[in-house]
């Protein structure tokens, strides 16, 4: 995802910290307004923006989203600045001659200028998602739900934190935040959820980033653990997709003295965030972790777990408000891969479940052919799986969130990130 690289990039930058933050508002804003920008653009270039070289595009993406969104920063200052960057990157005269062109006109028309939400078609909101996951949506979510998933997925996200109980109680922690500046309240839907509303700034300046007092994790995502339960001793629990730990450190958070927890993720650079992430939050000591596949997991003779969760790879269509390239990066023929993919690691983590166990299969998808369908399909092949209600595992708050079949399956209009998550019960055949 495009954080990566924009982290990797800043990194080794000599940028100062403000200067930081604005790089990353700049390219997070200009991937969700991406349509919107490219439509003042046409309306202004003599080129089609569809025509025009990357570098000439993003320049002009960066110079007008400033210019519509940025009102701290002076008109000015934002087609000067763009313009220095294609001096810098030693562009032809004529080019930087037509940039500053189109820039200046459209910092002169800008007041007279519909925003995102009128500059369609007949006075239309443009949505800024691309034509077939719009076609998926209405189709499932009926127009004005869609319209309100872009909205919301066309906004920066607040920031949501899980609080290390083990540590400090989230009454403590907001107190802390609250003295420090930062505006902060309780989670909706999560019990140890807390939101920031102001002055977030970089993560790991936070107070007690570094105690390992929270970890960023979405509310949705925090409610996907709590379906393993019971947490009790002498229980074994498998993360099977521990990517960086979010809730592999949630798990651990959750479990008494005498439970096990396992840890499975392949991915080396991953991997080694995984350890240093638990280490930070001081859960560490009772996960054992495991580099490698879950295939090879399973063939390394591995006593049967009580409690698996799968928290699957996916398109990410239900986290678009923060990973906002995935709406640009992905095509439709891409939810069949990973429906694929996502067969194989329940079949997989089918034979590492005891009798009596208990598999939860996430997704941060919104695509049927990555939840329900995936879940019918495994079902079809493995008998003795039943369906159980998420309600009777998750606070009552969260009962609004959960369909008719039990599944958890929150939308981005719910104010959350969007989510999958389905509880089966294993009773051996």
């Known amino acids: 995802m495009v954080q990566v690289h924009i982290d990797h990039l800043i990194h080794g930058s000599p940028l100062a910290g403000p200067d930081r933050q604005l790089a990353v508002m700049l390219v997070l804003g200009v991937l969700r307004q991406q ?59 004529w080019l930087i001659n037509f940039v500053n062109g189109v820039l200046r006109t459209v910092a002169r028309q800008r007041a007279s200028l519909p925003g995102p939400d009128a500059a369609g078609k007949d006075g239309t909101p443009v949505l800024n998602h691309p034509d077939w996951l719009l076609q998926r949506w209405r189709a499932r979510y009926g127009p004005d739900r869609t319209e309100e998933i872009c909205r919301l997925n066309n906004l920066e996200p607040l920031l949501s934190l899980r609080v290390n109980t083990r540590l400090i109680s989230r009454e403590a922690l907001a107190d802390r935040f ?15 959820a807390l939101i920031l509303e102001s002055g977030a700034g970089a993560v790991a300046n936070l ?14 995502a925090q409610l996907a653990a709590l379906l393993l339960a019971p947490f009790a001793a002498g229980r074994r629990y498998l993360d099977a997709c521990a990517g960086l730990g979010g809730k592999t450190g949630h798990i651990a958070q ?22 240093e992430n638990l280490r930070r939050l ?4 009772n996960i054992t972790l495991f580099n490698g596949g879950l295939d090879e997991f399973a063939g390394s003779g591995q006593r049967r777990f009580d409690a698996i969760l799968i928290d ?48 939860v299969y996430a997704t941060c998808s919104l695509e049927p052919e990555e939840n329900q369908q995936v879940i019918d399909a495994f079902r079809e092949t493995h008998s003795g799986f039943t369906p159980a209600d998420c309600r009777d595992f998750l606070p009552p ?19 959350l990130d969007g989510f999958f998550a389905a509880r089966l019960e294993y009773i051996s055949s």
């Open 35 to 93: 349509q919107f920008l490219d439509t003042v653009i046409a309306r202004f270039s003599s080129v089609p923006p569809a025509r025009m070289k990357p570098l000439t595009l993003t320049a002009l993406r960066v110079g007008v989203y400033q210019l519509f969104f940025l009102d701290r920063i002076p008109a000015s200052a934002a087609v000067n600045e763009t313009v220095k960057v294609l001096k810098a990157e030693k562009q032809p005269r």
């Open 178 to 192: 609250r003295r420090a500046g930062h505006g902060v309240r309780n989670g909706r839907y999560a019990p140890d």
């Open 207 to 220: 107070p007690g980033f570094a105690e390992g007092l929270f970890q960023v994790q979405g509310e949705a």
């Open 254 to 275: 959750l479990l008494p003295a005498g439970a096990e927890l396992t840890a499975v993720e392949p991915d080396r650079r991953r991997f080694a965030l995984l350890g």
């Open 282 to 285: 001081r859960v560490g000591g």
């Open 312 to 359: 699957a790879p996916c398109s990410g269509t239900g986290v678009i408000r923060r990973h906002p390239d995935i709406r640009w990066n992905r095509q439709e023929g891409d939810l069949r891969f990973y429906q694929r993919q996502q067969g194989l690691l329940l079949h997989t983590a089918a034979s590492l479940l005891a009798p009596g166990g208990i598999l």
């Open 397 to 415: 708050a969260a009962d609004r969130l959960i369909a008719a079949n039990g599944c958890f399956s929150p939308t981005p209009a719910d104010d």
